[in-house]
């Protein structure tokens, strides 16, 4: 009993002052961001690894385009080949190596698990940010839960990308009309990208339904609009930096970086930034409703629920009838 009998060992500690003020955002980030370092480290390496074969074919792709791009500019085989990094080496061993059927397959698994697993990591971000705890596996968890409105975000997420990448591939010379749809693509993937932030906080924070998502999201980029440009400009800045010093100083660096740091990083500023406004207008305002809001919400949600419901068996009967009289039609 000795041993555990020191009185020291049992007093209280200082905790948190009831009236203790609100500490700045800048030095809350670092401070939250410290605590939680290593769990962030897991969160990045098990987003890393589901987007692996997305990140491969990506690395492939723009070095293909490269080479093809500083060839025409006048530069050698061997000084293309002076820019190599760990992940660029990997993902030619990859579409080298590795059988093309095996690698759409593995493409295919990585873009629809990508939206489950980003709802289930913007949830664990979003606890670490308003500090509450999380487990790593609330990552599956999550995704789990949340894997319809995930996937169908993760699967407008890429096309929105491929759109915009095949607007500025595509050869416009001398048409007028497709060089001004390049900047409205952008435009519009640039409203997209504010308005995501939210979706995936929203998804894994409140229950509403699609419309009442793009709403919100609609309105909260707007809002929010100083937070967004500065984070996102914060997290262009990150990756800018870091893969200048990849390409021109350290690109081992690149095996460290990726895998377990970048991702976490410049997803957590996003939330760090996004969060309190969702908190704000949608969390809290939830909160302060009165019993009679609340169930007169609750009433209008099940009515249109309902509604819904009704529409879909209509719909079915309705085929159901189609099928039914092409059948009789045939045989008569």
């Given at each position: 009993m000795a041993l555990f009998s020191n009185k020291k060992y049992f007093k209280p500690g200082k905790g948190v002052e009831k009236d203790e003020p609100e500490k700045h955002a800048f030095f809350k980030f670092f401070e939250l961001f410290f605590r939680k370092f290593w769990k962030y480290l897991e969160v990045n390496l098990a987003y890393f690894l589901?987007?692996?074969?997305?990140?491969?074919?990506?690395?492939?792709?723009?070095?293909?385009?490269?080479y093809y791009l500083l060839s025409d500019m006048g530069f050698t085989?061997?000084?293309?080949?002076t820019v190599w990094t760990p992940l660029l080496y990997s993902a030619t061993l990859y579409i080298s190596r590795v059988p093309s059927y095996i690698r759409n397959v593995l493409l295919l698994v990585s873009a629809l698990a990508y939206g489950p697993v980003k709802c289930g990591v913007t949830y664990v971000l979003r606890n670490f940010s308003s500090e509450?705890?999380?487990?790593?596996?609330?990552?599956?968890?999550?995704?789990?839960?949340?894997?319809?409105?995930?996937?169908?975000f993760g699967i407008v997420d890429i096309l929105a990308?491929?759109?915009?990448?095949?607007?500025?591939?595509?050869?416009?010379?001398?048409?007028?009309?497709?060089?001004?749809?390049?900047?409205?693509?952008l435009l519009l993937l640039l409203l997209?990208?504010?308005?995501?932030?939210?979706?995936?906080?929203?998804?894994?924070t409140v229950d509403l339904d699609l419309r009442s998502l793009l709403i919100n999201a609609w309105l909260l980029s707007f809002v929010g609009i100083f937070r967004n440009v500065g984070s996102m400009l914060l997290n262009a800045l990150l990756w800018l930096g870091s893969y200048l010093l990849i390409l021109l100083l350290l690109p081992i660096a690149e095996a460290i970086l990726l895998p377990c740091l970048l991702l976490s990083l410049t997803n957590f500023i996003a939330v760090f930034a996004c969060y309190p406004m969702v908190d704000?207008?949608?969390?809290?305002?939830?909160?302060?409703l009165t019993e009679e809001e609340k169930a007169a919400l609750q009433a209008q949600q099940e009515e249109k629920q309902a509604k819904l419901e009704e529409k879909k068996a209509k719909k079915a009967s309705k085929k159901k009838r189609s099928k039914k009289d092409k059948f009789n039609n045939y045989y008569d």
């Open positions: 589901i987007l692996l074969p997305i990140i491969l074919y990506i690395y492939a792709a723009v070095y293909d385009a490269s085989q061997e000084e293309i080949e509450h705890h999380s487990w790593i596996s609330d990552i599956w968890d999550k995704a789990r839960e949340n894997w319809k409105y995930g996937m169908l990308v491929l759109i915009v990448v095949f607007n500025f591939s595509y050869s416009a010379a001398g048409q007028g009309i497709l060089k001004v749809s390049r900047y409205i693509t997209y990208c504010f308005m995501r932030r939210y979706i995936y906080l929203m998804i894994v704000q207008y949608l969390v809290q305002a939830m909160e302060n």
